[in-house]
């Protein structure tokens, strides 16, 4: 069998998935917490994020929900 024949690592996409997902939530929990303490700072720390973070031409738009439309997306 020659080099570019073999077959993949298996498990290294599900790694790969479990890793992604793991960042996703360390940073949405992150994001939040920083959010809730401290909005200004949060603010500002989006605003560097989207300057200084390089993303290979991949531009990142954000929307922030008001809090009143959040807490009517949370009612019974």
Request: hydrophobic letters at 30%.
């Amino acid at each position: 069998m020659e080099e570019d024949e073999r077959p993949e690592d298996e498990g290294s996409d599900e790694v790969g998935d479990e890793l992604a997902d793991a960042l996703l939530n360390f940073m949405s929990l992150f994001s939040q917490y920083v959010k809730e303490s401290d909005e200004k700072l949060w603010k500002r720390a989006i605003d560097y994020a989207k300057d200084y973070a390089e993303t290979d031409n991949v531009k990142f738009l954000y929307y922030d929900k008001p809090e009143s439309e959040s807490e009517e997306d949370q009612s019974p």
